[in-house]
């Protein structure tokens, strides 16, 4: 069984329990019986998405290297609006059932339950916190903020997560007298944020003490991308893989708050890691003024775009822009595998913009790999076509739907391109891709 069912066979499994917790003890015809039955299975339910929300994102290197960060990423972000949803329904329909059931208005059963009854108070501010972080990762909401920002404003969901479960458990009628189901929801809880702290923290702590990481050099690429090669002790420890990516933080003034994603751009070989970075924005722009020497921090390594993927001894790897970085890579561990029938696309603006192009013709002569640079507008009609599209993807590597794809550039090319692969009949379990963006 792979990890995606697993992970499916865990959630049904929780799903029976918390249902089943739920079943037991409930009067219906008192009055707003149904009102409150409702309110307390969708507070479950929400409470155990947010738990499921926990472990997508805890980037538990079992789940993250089969699943891939993208992926996790984007069931987090539609287990969130879930969340959302039950917790809001939680709250009204529980309002309306004890309102119902007290005799009182609505207005007067709020202040009853906020004021009056332990720790509501605590799960109205879980509540109002999981509506700000909620409301912020609405796609305009998002548009809006810088990335460090909302990140900021999105870990306040932790807290939420705390405040809602000591309120879960002190008023919580499918826990009160039930120990079988409060050592499971305590047992529940645990065990996802121990996974939340032991992979977000304790393991990027140890590897980065054990490493002690160091810019080596910065070389320039082309005016707005330039490579930094990384340097540290006991780097064949370390169990990166050609294709995956690091969240970086370089310690120096006025960004050692900002870690950003970026791909290993040459196979690791345990003496020195190599990324290689376009100046999109501030974050990105200033690293071409790192000094060598600088101290950093790297938590990962993440990401399922690896050779371990492959299904085909056919490959063609396809490079959008500064996507080639981690192309260039898994090329670098092809060339090991000698036998390999490699082909690569590299598509690129201009010949300005195809960086790394050397590297990439001087692995491909090494193992008789067909390379092809396109270069020209998004908009490029040529002898076959749209660049890119069916014809021209079939003209250059005719035997395509025999091989694994890889895929990696920046999102609006990679979609495009998943979608000419569909058209040609490359079976979706042969696409590889990396988007170069986590669910927006
Ligand atoms: C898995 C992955 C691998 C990547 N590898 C490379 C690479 O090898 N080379 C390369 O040049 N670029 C790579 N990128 C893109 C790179 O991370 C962004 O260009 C960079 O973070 C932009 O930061 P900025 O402050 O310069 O730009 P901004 O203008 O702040 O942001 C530009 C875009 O990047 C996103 N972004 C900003 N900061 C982060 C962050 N910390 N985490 C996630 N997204 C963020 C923003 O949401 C926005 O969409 C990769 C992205 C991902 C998701």
Not at 137 to 145: G, T, V
């Amino acid at each position: 069984m792979n990890a995606r069912w697993w992970l499916f066979a865990l959630v049904g499994l929780n799903a029976a329990w918390v249902t089943d917790l739920f079943v037991l003890g409930h009067e219906l015809d008192a009055p707003g019986g149904m009102l409150t039955a409702v309110g307390r299975l969708t507070g479950l339910y929400g409470a155990l998405a947010l738990v499921l929300q926990l472990v997508l994102i805890s980037r538990l290197p079992w789940l993250e290297s089969r699943l891939g960060l993208d992926r996790l990423t984007l069931w987090h972000r539609w287990t969130g609006f879930w969340v959302v949803w039950l917790v809001v329904a939680h709250v009204v329909f529980i309002t309306l059932g004890y309102a119902a059931q007290d005799g009182s208005s609505v207005l007067g059963e709020v202040g009853t339950l906020v004021f009056h009854t332990d720790d509501v108070l605590l799960a109205a501010i879980a509540f109002v916190l999981l509506l700000v972080v909620g409301v912020t990762s609405a796609r305009a909401a998002r548009r809006r903020l810088r990335y460090e920002s909302w990140h900021l404003v999105h870990l306040l969901a932790y807290l939420a997560v705390v405040l809602g479960f000591l309120h879960q458990v002190s008023i919580g009628q499918d826990f009160i007298g039930a120990p079988v189901g409060r050592l499971y929801w305590w047992s529940l809880y645990g065990l996802a944020l121990g996974v939340v702290a032991v992979s977000r923290i304790g393991l990027p702590l140890v590897r980065n003490l054990r490493h002690r990481l160091r810019v080596e050099s910065v070389v320039a690429e082309s005016p707005d991308v330039v490579s930094v090669v990384i340097t540290g002790r006991a780097l064949g420890m370390l169990p990166a893989r050609a294709g995956q990516f690091f969240l970086w933080r370089f310690l120096t003034r006025g960004h050692w708050w900002e870690a950003h994603p970026y791909s290993l751009s040459a196979m690791p070989d345990g003496r020195r890691l190599r990324i290689t970075v376009k100046a999109l924005g501030d974050g990105s722009a200033w690293l071409r003024h790192v000094r060598p020497g600088t101290r950093v921090l790297a938590e990962g390594p993440y990401g399922a775009f690896t050779a371990r993927r492959r299904t085909r001894r056919k490959v063609l790897l396809i490079a959008g822009g500064v996507g080639v970085t981690p192309v260039r890579a898994l090329l670098e561990e092809f060339v090991a595998g000698r036998r390999d029938d490699i082909a690569l696309i590299y598509r690129a603006s201009t010949s300005r913009d195809a960086v790394l192009a050397d590297e990439l013709r001087w692995l491909a002569a090494q193992c008789g790999a067909r390379i092809f640079v396109v270069l020209g507008p998004s908009t490029a009609i040529g002898r076959f076509g749209p660049m890119m599209g069916p014809q021209h993807l079939a003209a250059m590597v005719p035997d395509i739907r025999h091989r694994d794809v890889y895929l990696c550039g920046p999102p609006g090319m990679a979609d495009a391109v998943r979608s000419t692969l569909a058209e040609l009949g490359v079976p979706d379990r042969q696409c590889h891709t990396e988007r170069f963006a986590f669910a927006a």
